[in-house]
């Protein structure tokens, strides 16, 4: 499948200045939430970053003080910390990415928890996080702080001391003017370096905690077991509600027009021979319930499996389903290789369940869907610029906080019986932002 970017549900054709500037301003707009997201996880990384310096420099300390015994009697303390410390950091990560999912709760006993395989992974993420993750936290605070005070700098350079540093970076003294624009400059490097660092230095933060924090090979297999059988259960449980529905779609829609073809074709064949105008305007009415019987049938079978998958893949699938929403809505597709068909089927039912929920709930203007490929993981991402306040089991997604919404349970339910994550962002106000992570399958 091939890389897919396009722009549906009320483009005109035919545009061709608008079309590009529309593109230009949704990529700028990406590039600038992508930033500011970035930030705000580099700020929230370098709180516990912070927290682990200090933690660090407390086990040393104990460390230390243990070699005359005063240290053995305070160790359960600092590794209370730590293991307070890790989940937190598993939930600040939880709530921008994938689930980090925790090991079993270490031993109680000192020597025991010291000899933990996930004590010593977790070791092993302080000594990073509070180093590199703290540094990476630091540049991710004052990088923008930097970037304001040099752009804005000819604005107030008149009012400052003579001789006063005129950069940032604390070189050089401004005089002239051109000297204010040149730090305007260096104000302008500095945005482009947000712009285009900021979310690989947040990934890269994160990137020790999702690896050390979460539940590593060695652990007891129980975990896993009991992962996979609510996998299970939540895989047959939709696997229910899907035939409850499509039973209720046949009996509600085809088996009722075909009962109605059925009483029409015998009152007719009654009448015909005395009545040959009325037999006629009841066949008629026969074939009309009849066409609307098979339409609804190939309605139900299109809810199966949408025949566009295999047609035309999931980028084709996706698009079809943007162009029929009601709002706005932008398709970025970057799937090299086709995804399992159960995939690519979940894939499509959850996008359209958030489309169908972006429009009559969240009262956005625009919706962005973007779908990636990668290391064996498809990671679907929907965006409205609605009202926000989704998020609870019983919300549907763009709902803006109403009640009652079967959209996120559905999805919820679909997304578990894969064993994939979801991830759902909601402020008051907006934006709404739903991002799902799947296994492509084999």
Same mark, same amino acid.
């Given at each position: 499948?091939?890389?897919?970017?396009?722009?549906?549900?009320?483009?005109?054709?035919?545009?061709?200045?608008?079309?590009?500037?529309?593109?230009?301003?949704?990529?700028?707009?990406?590039?600038?939430?992508?930033?500011?997201?970035?930030?705000?996880?580099?700020?929230?990384?370098?709180?516990?970053?912070?927290?682990?310096?200090?933690?660090?420099?407390?086990?040393?300390?104990?460390?230390?003080?243990?070699?005359?015994?005063? +240290?053995?009697?305070?160790?359960?303390?600092? %590794?209370?910390?730590?293991?307070?410390?890790?989940?937190?950091?598993?939930?600040?990560?939880?709530?921008?990415?994938?689930?980090?999912? $925790?090991?079993?709760?270490?031993?109680?006993?000192?020597?025991?928890?010291?000899?933990?395989?996930?004590?010593?992974?977790?070791?092993? !993420?302080?000594?990073?996080?509070?180093?590199?993750?703290?540094?990476?936290?630091?540049?991710?605070?004052?990088?923008?702080?930097?970037?304001?005070?040099?752009?804005?700098?000819?604005?107030? !350079?008149?009012?400052?001391?003579?001789?006063?540093?005129?950069?940032?970076?604390?070189?050089?003294?401004?005089?002239? !003017?051109?000297?204010?624009?040149?730090?305007?400059?260096? +104000?302008?490097? !500095?945005?482009?370096?947000?712009?285009?660092?900021?979310? +690989?230095?947040?990934?890269?933060?994160?990137?020790?905690?999702?690896?050390?924090?979460?539940?590593?090979?060695?652990?007891?297999?129980? %975990?896993?077991?009991?992962?996979?059988?609510?996998?299970?259960?939540?895989?047959?449980?939709?696997?229910?509600?899907?035939?409850?529905?499509?039973?209720?779609?046949?009996?509600?829609?085809?088996?009722?027009?075909? &009962?109605?073809?059925?009483?029409?074709?015998?009152?007719?064949?009654?009448?015909? $021979?005395?009545?040959?105008?009325?037999?006629?305007?009841?066949?008629?009415?026969?074939?009309?319930?009849?066409?609307?019987?098979?339409?609804?049938?190939?309605?139900?079978?299109?809810?199966?499996?949408?025949?566009?998958?295999?047609?035309?893949?999931?980028?084709?699938? %996706?698009?079809?389903?943007?162009?029929?929403?009601?709002?706005?809505?932008?398709?970025?597709?970057?799937?090299?290789?086709?995804?399992?068909?159960? &995939?690519?089927?979940? $894939?499509?039912?959850?996008?359209?369940?958030?489309?169908?929920?972006?429009?009559?709930?969240?009262?956005?203007?625009?919706?962005?869907?973007?779908?990636?490929?990668?290391?064996?993981?498809?990671?679907?991402?929907?965006?409205?610029?609605?009202?926000?306040?989704?998020? +609870?089991?019983?919300? $549907?997604?763009?709902?803006?906080?109403?009640?009652?919404?079967?959209?996120?349970?559905?999805?919820?339910?679909?997304?578990?019986?894969?064993?994939?994550?979801?991830?759902?962002?909601?402020?008051?106000?907006?934006?709404?932002?739903?991002? &799902?992570?799947?296994?492509?399958?084999?």
């Amino acid at each position: 499948m091939t890389a897919s970017t396009s722009e549906v549900g009320g483009a005109t054709a035919g545009d061709g200045v608008a079309a590009p500037r529309e593109s230009v301003r949704h990529i700028a707009l990406r590039t600038l939430g992508a930033a500011g997201r970035a930030i705000a996880q580099l700020a929230s990384g370098l709180n516990t970053a912070v927290l682990a310096g200090l933690l660090l420099l407390c086990l040393a300390l104990t460390a230390l003080t243990s070699l005359v015994g005063v +240290g053995l009697l305070i160790a359960p303390a600092p %590794l209370r910390a730590l293991h307070a410390l890790a989940g937190r950091e598993r939930d600040r990560l939880a709530r921008r990415g994938p689930e980090v999912i $925790a090991p079993p709760p270490p031993p109680t006993r000192l020597r025991l928890a010291l000899a933990d395989p996930a004590t010593h992974r977790e070791l092993r !993420w302080l000594v990073r996080h509070s180093t590199l993750g703290l540094l990476l936290g630091l540049l991710g605070v004052t990088l923008p702080i930097t970037a304001v005070r040099d752009t804005t700098f000819p604005l107030y !350079w008149t009012f400052m001391p003579e001789n006063t540093t005129a950069t940032s970076l604390g070189i050089g003294h401004a005089h002239t !003017w051109p000297d204010a624009l040149a730090v305007a400059l260096l +104000g302008i490097g !500095w945005i482009a370096i947000i712009l285009g660092l900021t979310p +690989g230095m947040a990934r890269l933060q994160s990137a020790p905690g999702r690896r050390l924090l979460a539940a590593g090979p060695d652990v007891d297999l129980s %975990l896993r077991v009991a992962e996979l059988t609510a996998t299970r259960a939540a895989a047959l449980d939709a696997h229910a509600t899907e035939l409850r529905r499509i039973e209720r779609s046949l009996h509600d829609g085809a088996q009722n027009r075909l &009962v109605s073809v059925a009483v029409l074709l015998g009152a007719a064949r009654r009448m015909v $021979a005395r009545d040959p105008a009325g037999a006629d305007e009841l066949l008629e009415r026969a074939q009309s319930a009849a066409e609307q019987a098979l339409a609804e049938l190939r309605t139900v079978a299109r809810g199966i499996l949408p025949p566009v998958l295999a047609d035309r893949g999931l980028a084709g699938a %996706l698009s079809g389903l943007a162009a029929d929403c009601a709002v706005p809505c932008r398709i970025d597709v970057d799937v090299p290789e086709r995804c399992a068909a159960s &995939v690519e089927a979940t $894939a499509y039912f959850i996008v359209a369940e958030a489309l169908t929920n972006i429009a009559k709930h969240s009262g956005a203007r625009h919706a962005t869907i973007t779908a990636r490929g990668s290391g064996g993981r498809l990671v679907l991402r929907v965006e409205d610029d609605g009202q926000g306040g989704a998020g +609870g089991p019983s919300q $549907a997604f763009g709902s803006g906080g109403a009640e009652g919404g079967s959209g996120i349970t559905g999805i919820r339910r679909r997304i578990a019986a894969h064993d994939g994550g979801l991830t759902l962002t909601s402020p008051p106000g907006g934006p709404t932002v739903l991002t &799902v992570d799947l296994p492509r399958g084999a």
